[in-house]
């Protein structure tokens, strides 16, 4: 993959995060406010002060997850962005750690 197409998938990929947070937000299900800084996704939860970070680095074309439970790198097979120790999905392995730091259950999708 290219770099540019990396980019661009790493781009959509923080967007539709920040969305369905917002989407949560907005229901009621979750007190989170999210910043965007470039290649970098705040997620900061307003009831306990904790954030997860969400960030592209395109040298290695990964994404990469800091949150409570750990760091965690993501890489895409095209379709979907997989865990490079464990193999979970992205969205799959971040409703569990939005759940956990946030106190309510999310499915991001």
Not at 11 to 22: D, F, S, T, Y
Not at 65 to 90: C, M, N, P, Q, Y
Request: hydrophobic residues 40%.
């Amino acid at each position: 993959m290219t770099e540019s197409e990396f980019l661009e998938q790493a781009e959509a990929m923080l967007g539709r995060i920040e969305a369905a947070l917002e989407r949560a937000n907005d229901s009621g299900d979750l007190d989170v406010e999210c910043s965007r800084n470039g290649n970098v996704l705040e997620i900061e939860f307003i009831d306990n002060g904790t954030k997860i970070i969400v960030n592209s680095q395109a040298a290695m074309q990964e994404l990469w997850v800091a949150a409570k439970s750990g760091g965690f790198h993501f890489k895409s097979d095209g379709t979907h962005w997989i865990g490079t120790r464990d193999g979970a999905e992205l969205l799959t392995a971040l409703s569990k750690m939005v759940s956990e730091q946030g106190g309510a259950a999310v499915t991001l999708n």
